[in-house]
Each structure stands twice: as C-alpha cells, then as structure tokens.
C-alpha cells in the first residue's frame, strides 16, 4: 500500500495573515477537495491531521496499482491546491501552498480497519510519509525510494535526490514526481474485452515481428468509423509495449485539416521526445537524439516542431531546401535509431496535406529501420500515405453476428430481462462495436438498464424499449441528458478540438465541468500533470457534441478560440496564422479570416510553397464569397490571384486561361497595373516552360510595353526577366541584348533592385546580355558574364546559382566557354549551393549544368560522371512531361557517350529523334537546336558510311537555310566547323583547310573560347 501526505505550507503564517473563520474557511475546502480527489483515484478513507490529510491507497482494498493511483491523487491535490490559491490570494493576499509525501510500504492484514486507532496504527510508513511531505518543496511531491521504484515506469519522476529527514541519522533517496505520461497517449481505459479481429491482429503482429527483426513496414488499417480501428491500435500499442517496444503517436483532427505542418510536426515532438517540456528544454532534448547534424538544420527541425528559439531567424534557403534537408535530417535520426518502435498516426483522412506529403517522405526508410507505422483511416482516404510502395492494409469489416452477441452479452450479462434488448441492440448495431458500446450506455442512463457493465437487468416490459435508430443519435441522446453546465463544457471543448486542457474554457467563457463528462465516459483524462488534458472518448462523440449546438453560440465560440490562440502566445501568431484563420472562419468573420489566412500564407512561403498556396486559395474564396458591395472586395479578390500567378510554376498551377482572364478583368476594373504585369509575366514564363516557344515570345512583347507603360523602375528591372527569358529561347537575341540593357540602365548598380521574385536582376541582367553579345558576335560578352558572376556571388547564393547556370548552361555546349578548372570549380560551388539552398528546380538546373560541362571535360571518368548526371536528370525531366528544350538537348548529349562507347546506331537514331523534336518546337536556330545539329553531324561523319555523309549534308543545309529573324553568329560558327569537316569526310583537302582557318579565325575574334580549343584541335 502507498501513503499520501499532504499538507500545507507554513500555515502559521496564513493563520496569522486572515481570521479565524476564513482560515478555517480555507481549510475546510482544501480538505474536502482533496478528500474527492483521494476518492477519485480509488483511495481509503481520509484522516484529518490538523492541517493536512493523509490517505492510504492499496487498504482497506487491495489495489495493485496503488503507487501509481497516489501519484495521480497527489497531482490532482496540487491542482486543486492551486485552484484555490488564485482565489485565496485575491481575498487575502496570502500564498496557499502544499506539500505532497508518498511513502510504500506492507502491511500486515488485519493491522488496518475499523479499530478506534485508525491508520496511526500502521506507524512506520506513514511517518515516514509525513517525513517525505517534509522535504517535498512547496508545490511539491516528494516519494520516497520504495514508491518511486514502484512507478519509475509509469510516471515522470525527477533525478534521485539525498535529503535529510528527522530522525535518521543518513540522508536517503528520494525522487520528485513531475507529471504523468502520456508517454504515448493511449491511456489504459476500461472498455469490454477485445472480440474477434483475431486474424487482423496477428497479420499486425507478424509486422511487428519482421519490425523488431529491423525489418520494418507500414501498415493501415481502414474501417468505417466506429468499427474498431482505434482499438486495433490500442492493442497494438499494448502488444508492442509487451515486447518493450516504444510506442509514439499522433492524430489527425477534422478542423485542422488545413493547418500545415500539424501532425508531422506532433508526431515528431512525441517521437523525440519534446511533447510537455518548454521550448528551451525541448531544444536541448532535440539535440541530444540529432548529435552530429548541420546545426542549421537542426534549427530548421526547432522550426517545424514549434519550439524554435525566437533569436533564431530562418536562414534564407528556398522552402524546397528546407524540406530536402528535414527530410534527410529525419531519417538520418530514423536510421540511427536502434530501439525498436511503433508509430501510430490516427485519423488519417484528416491529415493536412503538407504533413502528408512529409510522412511520406519520412516513411521511405521505414524498411531499414526496426519500426512498425500503423496508420487509421475511414475508407474515404486515400491519399498519399495508402499509396506508399509496400503498404500492407489491413480493412476492418463489420464484426460477425456471433461476434457482436458475444460483445452485447459481454457488457450487459446474463439475465434473463435483458435479452430481447439484447437481440434489438445486435441487430441495430450491424456489427458496429461502437454503436452497440453507445446504445447500452444510453439505456442506462435512460434508466432501462440498471445494474453495472456485465450484470444488467432490464427494467422495461418485454419489447416496450427502444434503441435509439442510429449511432449519432444513440451520442446525441446521451449528451442531451447532461446537465447544462457539462453540456456546455463538452460543447466548448467540441470547438477548442479533440484534445484540450481547462486553461482554454476560461477564455471561452465557460467554467470547466469534467467529472460528469469523465464519469459518463463521454471525454477521458490523457494527462495527469498539473495541467490536465482530455481527450473525446471518440471522434464521434465530438462531431456531435460540435454539430448539435446551436450555430451562433458555436460561432461565438469559435470567435473566442481564435482570440484566444493569437493572445496566449502572441509571438507565435504567424506560426498559428493558420489555425486562427480556421477558427474565425468557422466564426464567420470573414474579414479577419482573410487576414490571417494571407498571413499564414507569407508564413508559408519561406517554409512550404504548397502550404502557401493553400492559403491564398482559400483567402481567394473568402474573398469571392464577400458580398458585392464590400468596398475591399476587388482589392482582396486580386491579392491572393496576383501571389498564385507568381508561384504558378512552382506548384503546377495553370496561369493560362481563367484565372489570368478573371485576373486581368479584376485587376482593369480596379486599375491595378502591378497586379497584372506580374501575372502577364507569370503567362509568359507558363508558355516557355511549356515550350509554346512562339506564344511565348509574343506575350512576352505585349507583357513589356505594357511594364514600361507603368513607368515603374523597380517594376520594370523585377519584372523583365520572365520576358528576356522568352525572347532568349525563340532566338531573337535583339530584343534580349536591348531589354537586358534597360536593365542594366535602370538598375543603375544596385544588384538588390527589383529583387522581389529573383535574387539579383542586375547580376542575371549581364548574364543574359553577355550571352546575348555572343550569340550576335558582338564584343564584350565574355566580360558581361563574369560581371554578372562576381554581382551575383556578392549579392546572395542563390542569386549566384541563377545566374551561374545561365552563364555556364548558355556558355560550354554553344561553345563560347571552356568547362577549364575555374569554371568546373565555380560550377561544382553553384551546385554545392543549390543542394543546401535552392529550390528543387534550381537544384536540378545545376545538376544539369554540371552534367553538361562534364561531358565537355577530357578524362573518361569526368564523362562518365557527367553522363550518369544527365541521365538521371532526363529521367526526372521525362518523369515531370516536360516539354522544353531540355529533354531533347539532354538526350542528344547522352547520345554522344553512346557514340563514344562505340555504340553508333542507337546513338544515332536517338539524335535523329531529338533533333527532329527541336525542329518541330521551332528551335532550330535556336540554341539547343544549332548544338544538337553539330553533334548529329559530328556523329554521323565519325561513322562516315555514304548514307552518313548525305545525310550530315543535308542537316547541315537544313540549319544553314532555316529562317532566322536576325544573324546569327553562334550558328555560323558552328556552321563553319561543321563545313570544315564535311569537306575533310568527301576528301577535299583544300576545302577542309580553308573552312578551318576561318573557323579558327572567327573563333578567335569573337572570343568563343570553346570553339578556339575546338579549332586548334582539328589538324
Ligand atoms: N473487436 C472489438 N471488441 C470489443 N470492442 C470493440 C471492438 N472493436 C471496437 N470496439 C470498441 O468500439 C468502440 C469504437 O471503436 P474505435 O474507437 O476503435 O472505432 P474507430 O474505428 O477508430 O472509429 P473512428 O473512425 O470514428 O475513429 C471503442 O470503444 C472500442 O473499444
Ligand atoms: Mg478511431
């Protein structure tokens, strides 16, 4: 049996500070709460002290768990205490504070009862108690070492301490309790003995198995709601916990399925255990499990878990960065991770879609680790994380009809009155556990059933009762039967979500009634700590507590949460923007629900892009739904279209058609010019990536004369880019060389100018002039690009990843650069960029940047390297359907170490193809089209049958008399090599030498430092 002892502090001192009658006053009401509490929690009877009480828990009735029930009872006294000490010092300005003893120990049978001596005839274990609450400090509970050994496992307890207690010579061990789990949120709670589902156990049971072997796997289990999913993991959480695995979980909640990052980042503060502690501690606790990483990174990981440190800024790395880092931070910790472990993710069908998509990353090393992830859903899910490669399923069918006779008759017995109920019920249920566990607490509480679970007795005539017709009305009845004030507490409780804690309901407005909601099982306590926590018995429960309240009581509640949120931590409000957002839309406050959506939204962007455009999505529709005469209205309408058009090609929104239509008419009723120059770019940068090449360069002339006409500096240099970008891939180096300039001009040497879509304009203004220079055969364009490097390096790195892509993506396969060691070194540093910072497209441009200029490179193992690269980026490129340029050039240079490795015909017909492909896209004398030629002919004359040689001949005519708008130096350059070797492969010598002297010639003038080595290479 264990000893409780409380008592409290310095009571001299508050007997001197009030009267009398209000001291005892107090006393009498700590008394008597803590008595409730004794009671709640299975203890014996209560023994006065003066000042205190003691309590035995354990005797006169044998309870096992008697350490453990102390403990909750301590816990529970010290709220209590703490209740009513607000209270006390408000009145009378004093401190009521407890202190907490637990003591274990045996007793003999027979020593404790009625006898006139009470418990003082026990002596040693409850002086020694007494002696425990003695060097408890205030607010405390102290346990000595006997109780502690008896709950290490169960509870939290501080390190062992030695303290000096009266009366023994040495000091002695004893231990501080802290709080109570959850360690893994599924409390032991009574419910029936599990029924059938054998064969779904132990399908999970040889998962767990194959897990603990360091096979791990992910199973869902899916039913519809009610059938036993919950109580499926349940089992498995005790199994697991049998075989001393770790068991962390996590769940979904129906009105937070638009709260980004919600689950993930729960599932991961359990797992790492940081759930409870403050942020500094939980910091500290992170770093104890991720001990080698990046300290960046970690912080990043602070980030998502919500406990980052407020000094701390978000280091500027695009939000793909972030997620390639998270995800790499958190299986490093999975793989590491040597204990075995089951993770639960409840009520998936009501996942966010940004914790989806990062489970699902997390979860593709699940097979490398010893870990089970279970995962409960209804079976309208079907999402991301069923779709995991090797996902077994396991569906919960209803339960059989002998199945469920055997559950009814489990919790309402064997008499004789209750067995037509008993068939109604059965029959009503149709194999739902839930709905018959709910139908019989109904009929009890309607006073048909009297008795306890398992030994009912009817108290209706044969066929006179009813049961209720469906399983929401089963809960509906039962929750009308409540007195109001619990009523109202549930309702509450119903809007704050699916777990709470009592802090909230005074913000709401509502005083907390628990018991009678504990008492008829409707919610159940989860955490014992001083700040207790409940939870809804059942989704259910809570999605008829919220639906039946009346609509404006509910919107007033809601009102009240999201006041609530923002002022209980207000430097969080950005990371909350989203869930506030939520409430006040529920609320109908549609004004301030579009605030905080845009809110979250900007939250979002540096974090996760999808998660942005949710937000504006749904601020967009809150801005639709404003009635007419809002005189914000058009300007809300624009905001959130004008952020989606310009992150369209990030998230694969289509810009063309009606959402730029609907824009451009918003944004002309309105006068808003800037909102429609930054969707007309977006239209144009859509039509490129999606290789309508011609479209493209027409909007992208109709998208700068109107820029210009707004007369913006700062709109125009941030805007020109997605402009200068079409005109560059149609080939009309002209209009790059003369925009590009007007950059230049505008930006006047301020790199950071415009910079509010990419890093530095100026910097990728000369990139793109300097290219341009090259491609016309004008002077200066080696100079403009390493300008346009040396801005870009000094202005941000990512700024230098854009722009050392154009520089070198443009430059060594048109031959105007050589890959030489400061280039490849440059390149390698861009890439090493784009890995820690970039976002996933840039990263892959870099990629393919350093692919290309390694298949430029002279040893064998650069180009193998450069061509497994490439590969790798054609497959992404193939497995996204893109259609530029890019897949064509790719594949016509993976062509080339074909030819190389002596495999000429495939080699060869692979080009054809690509070729052919590019001149069907227009892109001939475009770029990629003048290279792609160059090598076919090259290719074709190394293999040098007569059908090769004809065929080099005609491609090349065929570049040489494609139209072209302008002269084009690139192509002639090329042209003249290709000539050159024409010539050698029909033998004329003479011819050969002339063309390669003017092929060195022009090489050399217009600083094509590529084709100059070319040139001095050909004999
Ligand atoms: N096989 C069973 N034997 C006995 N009781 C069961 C069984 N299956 C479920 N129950 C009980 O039925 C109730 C409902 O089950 P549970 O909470 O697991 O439903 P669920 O499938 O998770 O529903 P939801 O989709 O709404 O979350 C629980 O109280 C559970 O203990
Ligand atoms: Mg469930």
């Known amino acids: 049996m264990t000893v409780l002892f409380a008592d409290v502090v310095r009571s001299m001192g508050i007997a001197a500070a009030v009267d009398v009658e209000r001291l005892r006053e107090i006393m009498t009401e700590l008394l008597e709460r803590s008595a409730a509490v004794v009671q709640r929690y299975g203890g014996g009877r209560v023994e006065y002290t003066g000042d205190g009480i003691m309590a035995l828990f354990g005797a006169p009735v044998a309870l096992e768990d008697h350490a453990f029930r102390a403990c909750l009872a301590a816990l529970a006294i010290q709220e209590e205490a703490d209740r009513l000490a607000v209270e006390v010092q408000r009145r009378d300005g004093v ?253 998936a069908h009501w996942i966010d879609e940004i914790s989806e998509s990062m489970l699902a990353d997390f979860l593709t090393v699940i097979p490398q680790t010893p870990s089970l992830v279970l995962i409960t859903y209804r079976p309208e899910y079907q999402g991301a994380l069923t779709q995991m490669a090797d996902t077994q399923t396991v569906a919960l069918a209803p339960l059989s009809d002998s199945e469920t006779a055997a559950l009814v008759s489990q919790l309402l017995g064997p008499h004789p009155s209750v067995g037509e109920l008993g068939h109604q019920i059965a029959e009503r249920a149709a194999g739902n556990p839930f709905f018959v566990e709910e139908m019989v607490r109904e009929l009890t509480e309607r006073g048909v059933l009297q008795g306890h679970t398992g030994a009912y007795v009817s108290t209706a005539e044969v066929g006179a009762a009813t049961v209720p017709a469906t399983l929401q009305a089963a809960i509906a009845a039962r929750i009308d039967r409540l007195d109001p004030k619990a009523k109202r507490t549930l309702s509450a409780a119903a809007v704050i979500g699916s777990r709470f804690g009592l802090d909230l309901f005074t913000v709401l407005g509502v005083e907390p009634v628990i018991a ?69 839309e529920a609320a109908g406050d549609l004004h301030a629900a579009y605030g905080w959506h845009m809110r979250a939204a900007a939250w979002a962007t540096n974090r996760d892009i999808t ?214 070194r440059e390149i390698e540093d861009a890439l090493e960029i784009a890995e820690r910072a970039g976002h996933d497209f840039s990263l892959a441009q870099a990629r393919e940047m350093l692919g290309f200029a390694l298949v430029h490179r002279d040893t064998v193992a650069e180009r193998d390297r450069g061509e497994q690269l490439l590969a790798e980026v054609g497959e992404m490129l193939r497995r996204q359907g893109q259609q530029g340029n890019d897949l064509p050039l790719v594949e016509v240079y993976l062509a080339r170490e074909r030819a190389r490795r002596g495999d000429c015909d495939e080699a060869i017909a692979l080009m054809r193809t690509a070729v052919d492909h590019l001149v069907r896209q227009g892109q001939l004398v475009c770029g990629a089209g003048i290279y792609a030629t160059g090598v076919l002919v090259e290719t074709l004359l190394d293999r040098g049958t007569d059908g090769d040689v004809a065929e080099a001949e005609a491609a090349i005519e065929r570049l040489a008399t494609a139209p072209a708008e302008e002269v084009v130096a690139v192509r002639d350059i090329w042209l003249l090599r290709q000539r050159a070797l024409l010539a050698r492969a029909h033998g004329e010598e003479a011819r050969y030498r002339e063309y390669r002297d003017r092929y060195r010639d022009m090489a050399r003038t217009l600083g094509y430092e590529g084709h100059i080595a070319w040139a001095e290479a050909m004999a």
């Open 95 to 347: 401190q009521l504070r407890v202190r907490v003893g637990l003591n274990s120990g045996r007793v003999i049978a027979g020593e404790i009862g009625s006898g006139a001596l009470g418990y003082a005839a026990i002596g040693e274990p409850v002086g020694f108690a007494q002696r425990m609450e003695a060097v408890a400090p205030p607010g405390g509970v102290m346990l000595s070492a006997s109780t502690a050994r008896l709950v290490e496992h169960t509870v939290l307890l501080a390190e062992p301490e030695w303290v000096h207690i009266k009366g023994a010579g040495e000091p002695v061990h004893a231990r501080r309790l802290v709080g109570i789990g959850p360690r893994d949120g599924l409390l032991r709670r009574a419910e029936a003995s599990l029924v059938g589902r054998r064969w779904e156990l132990s399908t999970v049971e040889g998962l767990l198995d194959r897990a603990i072997d360091g096979c791990g796997g992910v199973v869902g289990v899916v039913g519809s709601p009610g059938i036993g999913k919950s109580r499926l993991a349940r089992e498995v959480a005790a199994m697991a916990r049998r075989r001393n695995v770790d068991v962390f979980s996590a769940f979904c909640e129906s009105h937070a399925t638009d709260v980004p990052f919600r689950v993930v980042a729960r599932l991961l503060r359990t797992a790492f255990g940081v759930e409870g502690l403050d942020a500094e501690a939980a910091r500290a606790q992170v770093r104890t499990r991720v001990r080698d990483a990046d300290p960046e990174d970690v912080a990043l990981f602070d980030d998502l878990l919500g406990i980052a440190d407020p000094e701390f800024s978000l280091p500027k790395i695009a939000p793909d960065a972030r997620r390639r880092r998270l995800t790499a931070l958190v299986n490093a910790a999975s793989l590491a991770r040597q204990a075995a472990t089951v993770y639960i993710i409840e009520d």
């Open 611 to 824: 998660a942005a455009r949710l937000s504006w999505e749904r601020a967009q529709r809150i801005a639709d739904a404003l009635p007419a005469d809002d005189p914000n209205r058009t300007a809300m309408r624009i905001a959130p279209r004008t952020m989606l058009c310009g992150i369209a090609y990030r998230v694969h929104l289509q810009v063309a058609g009606n959402r730029f239509d609907e824009l451009r008419e918003l944004c002309t009723a309105a006068g808003d010019k800037s909102s429609l120059a930054i969707a007309m770019s977006a239209l144009v940068l859509e039509s490129v990536y999606q290789a309508r090449v011609r479209e493209g360069s027409q909007l992208a002339s109709e998208a700068m004369a109107f820029i210009e006409s707004i007369g913006d500096p700062t709109l125009t240099v941030g805007l020109s880019f997605m402009a200068i970008y079409a005109k560059a891939q149609s080939g009309e180096a002209s209009d790059v060389l003369r925009w590009s300039q007007r950059v230049i001009d505008l930006a006047d040497g301020d790199p950071a100018k415009g910079n509010f879509i990419i890093g530095s304009p100026l910097a990728l203004a000369f990139a793109l002039r300097g290219l341009a220079r090259y491609g016309l055969g004008r002077p200066g364009g080696r100079d403009d690009l390493r300008h346009g490097l040396a801005l870009a390096r000094s202005t941000n790195p990512l700024s230098y990843v854009q722009v050392a892509t154009y520089v070198y993506f443009g430059g060594i396969p048109a031959g105007a650069l050589r890959p030489d060691d400061s280039a490849m």
């Open 516 to 584: 009678d909601l504990l008492a008829v099982q409707l919610v159940d306590q989860v955490s014992f700590t001083r700040q207790p926590e409940f939870v809804f018995r059942h989704p259910l429960i809570r999605a008829v507590a919220y639906e039946s309240q009346l609509k404006s009581d509910r919107a007033e509640l809601h009102r009240r949460v999201a006041a609530a949120i923002e002022s209980r931590e207000p430097a969080r409000a950005e990371e909350n923007a989203a869930l506030i957002a939520e409430h006040l």
